[in-house]
């Protein structure tokens, strides 16, 4: 992508790009970026604001870690790290193929350190995550994950000096117990959907399966199940065959007038859950873990964080032994 390419795309990003934003979410200290993409044809854009004012108190390192979440490298889960210094007021964005030039797709998060590198409370920080296809065209954008620091502002967070950001309710705010899709298409030719995972508990040498509840526009409930590790981008048909629009039609006591509307068009909701989380030498009951829905139809798509309920203290920002975060 050119210089020219990307100008016109900021340009007019906030007009064209569906974005989502979670009712209530406020700053954070650690900020997580769902997704990047630097594949060829692709670009993401990554915002880092810091809404402090103080003159005094404003100044921040942020590091940013990108996780890199492409298999076939054979360095999935592996971190690129690089530290920026916001002053008050200040904002960042950047292409993170310039900073991370390395690792093409996977996710990323910032949080904010003290002069001497050690994370601190800084519930100042908010972002953006916007998606680039092709040269010409915005693809989507999605807010980051915000997690508050518990601690004061400028005390360091680490409280069992591990190095890993836990997500526990007392280094920062808890990750959520389940989370919830209001809607879904039914898969065809016309809808396609891609649903990103990231893994929260265990770290780079685990496996982590979700359970899923999926339940049609007549109340119906179906299971299934999905493995990955540590960040995974995926059609919602390699999930379960729960998802197609033929399934929907054809094998369940739908609803005949529902999409009202558009009569021929199936759609239901789903939950999530984590189920395990293992390595070659542990596993995790319950996994911790984030989660969001791509919508596509044709050239068009579209993205919103999920709806979460319920916290739980397992979350972590990323160990990366077969044994995970056991302080």
């Not at 996977?106 to 800084?122: E, H, L, T």
């Not at 909701?269 to 070659?280: I, K, L, P, R």
């Not at 989660?291 to 739980?312: D, N």
């Amino acid at each position: 992508m050119n210089r020219r390419g990307i100008a016109a795309l900021v340009a007019w990003a906030a007009c064209t790009a569906g974005s989502a934003v979670a009712d209530g979410r406020n700053p954070g200290s650690l900020l997580v970026y769902p997704e990047f993409d630097s594949t060829p044809g692709r670009a993401a854009l990554l915002t880092l604001t810091n809404v402090n004012p103080d003159i005094k108190s404003g100044l921040v390192r942020v590091e940013i870690v990108f996780v890199n979440g492409t298999a076939a490298t054979g360095g999935v889960c592996l971190e690129t790290n690089a530290t920026v210094q916001l002053t008050p007021n200040d904002t960042l964005t950047l292409l993170a193929s310039a900073l991370n030039p390395n690792v093409q797709k996977g996710y990323a998060y910032a949080f904010a350190k003290n002069a001497q590198g050690a994370a601190i409370s800084f519930n100042w920080l908010i972002g953006d995550n916007l998606l680039f296809d092709g040269v010409d065209a915005l693809d989507y954008t999605i807010n980051p994950y915000s997690f508050r620091a518990i601690r004061p502002q400028g005390q360091p967070t680490d409280a069992d000096a591990d190095g890993v950001r836990d997500l526990n309710g007392i280094e920062y705010e808890m990750a959520p117990a389940k989370i919830i899709v209001p809607r879904f298409f039914g898969q065809s030719g016309v809808y396609q959907s891609d649903l990103v995972l990231i893994a929260l508990t265990g770290g780079g040498q685990f496996t982590s399966t979700i359970n899923f509840l999926i339940y049609n526009d007549n109340e119906e409930v179906f299971s299934g199940n999905y493995a990955f590790r540590c960040w995974t981008k995926t059609p919602l048909t390699t999930i379960t065959n729960v998802f197609t629009q033929s399934f929907l039609a054809n094998f369940t006591s739908h609803a005949p007038n529902e999409t009202i509307g558009a009569t021929t068009v199936e759609t239901g909701w789903f939950e999530m859950d984590g189920g395990t989380a293992y390595s070659t030498s542990t596993q995790f009951a319950d996994p911790a873990f984030l989660a969001f829905l791509v919508e596509r139809t044709g050239p068009r798509s579209g993205a919103e964080l999920s709806f979460e309920m319920g916290r739980q203290s397992n979350g972590d920002l990323l160990p990366l032994s077969i044994n995970g975060d056991t302080n």
